[in-house]
């Protein structure tokens, strides 16, 4: 696929990390959320390694977050979302699809209860402060809906805790997965999250001062060296081979969170009140035709921006490839595909399209192995 330049604009967002990442040797961006998100520094092959080895920091400023408060802030947030959030507890982040009315899928972020009538939705690439805004006009609930200046670090890597120790002491190691806690750092208190788009464990900082985090981003890399600490980005092979799904590229707004694997994330059994919930009862009565599942293809390079088809051994069509990249690990493409059902099972043939040719392939579990 032939590259091209990003003419930056006042509607292409920097992040207040832009700098220094340029003069760390960013060598590409993708857009998202309208915004620069960083995705190559070295090599895919080099950071994949590294990434299993070391600690990387990321700038997923991109992540933005919508803040819903206010007297009627727990009914909305719970109107967007098929997950039962009666019983959450502040401190903690729940992973919870959004679906609209027809039990599609929205989005799929991780929602931070930050109070008893605050919450913070982390959002992937799509418009969550609009759909939230019309909900809460339509329902004239009483809510304060803005997205908040929050930018975030994540810090990702096996190594990840050794280096946070270094800067906020011990307790980080106490952290339980998807809960936050506050942490300070030159005075400043940081919302920092043990969460992350990679399978390798760190954290995600969310940062509300600027300055702070500029100096905060500085003493990792002074700090950093015995941990052989880069800078990276979310890790393509490496999310695919551990089933971390990406809203607009794996699923969007065709798709619904049975399909998706999200069986666990839906709660039709509960009096909780959210839209899409009788669709979505008809949806599980009558059984999905389709699902996401992993693939391995034989082949070394592939490019693509629009869904390949993949077809059985009668070339009739069976799915869509919808991610793919090549996995040092297995050293041929990796890939999730949405594939009809009868074709999910651990192991089974498939051949997918790559322009001209047919390249062989197998549907896997989750995570790939």
Not at 111 to 125: E, F, G, L, M
Not at 157 to 176: Q, T
Not at 333 to 361: P, R, Y
Request: proline share 4%.
């Amino acid at each position: 696929m032939k590259k091209f330049f990003v003419s930056k604009s006042r509607r292409l967002r920097s992040t207040p990390f832009t700098s220094r990442i340029e003069n760390q040797g960013v060598k590409s961006y993708t857009i998202y959320n309208h915004m620069l998100l960083p995705t190559t520094f070295s090599t895919p092959e080099d950071e994949y390694n590294h990434l299993k080895k070391d600690v990387q920091i990321w700038d997923v400023s991109v992540q933005r977050e919508i803040e819903i408060s206010g007297k009627d802030s727990n009914q909305l947030v719970q109107l967007m979302t098929c997950r039962d959030l009666s019983k959450s507890k502040i401190g903690g982040c729940y992973y919870a699809p959004l679906v609209d009315t027809y039990g599609k899928i929205i989005n799929d972020p991780l929602i931070y209860k930050v109070d008893d009538s605050k919450w913070r939705i982390c959002i992937a690439d799509s418009d969550v402060l609009l759909y939230a805004k019309g909900i809460a006009e339509a329902k004239n609930f009483s809510v304060n809906i803005y997205e908040a200046n929050i930018d975030t670090l994540a810090v990702q890597g096996p190594k990840s805790f050794d280096l946070l120790e270094k800067v906020f002491g011990n307790k980080i190691r106490d952290l339980k997965f998807f809960n936050f806690d506050y942490f300070s750092f030159n005075d400043h208190n940081f919302l920092v999250s043990r969460s992350g788009y990679s399978k390798q464990g760190g954290v995600e900082i969310h940062i509300e001062n600027i300055e702070a985090g500029l100096n905060l981003y500085d003493h990792f890399f002074e700090i950093g060296k015995e941990f052989n600490l880069k800078p990276g980005t979310p890790n393509h092979p490496e999310r695919i081979e551990g089933g971390l799904l990406s809203y607009g590229n794996d699923m969007d707004l065709r798709d619904n969170p049975f399909e998706c694997g999200f069986d666990k994330y839906v709660d039709l059994e509960s009096d909780i009140v959210f839209l899409g919930k009788e669709n979505l009862k008809k949806i599980k009565k009558n059984g999905v035709k389709r699902k996401l599942m992993g693939l391995k293809i034989e082949a070394k390079t592939i490019s693509f921006t629009n869904w390949l088809p993949i077809v059985d051994d009668q070339n009739n069509e069976i799915g869509q490839l919808r991610s793919a990249a090549y996995s040092p690990k297995f050293k041929k493409i990796v890939g999730i595909a949405m594939v009809k059902k009868e074709f999910c099972e651990d192991g089974k043939k498939i051949q997918i399209k790559l322009n001209t040719n047919l390249a062989k392939g197998e549907v896997c579990n989750f995570p790939i192995k």
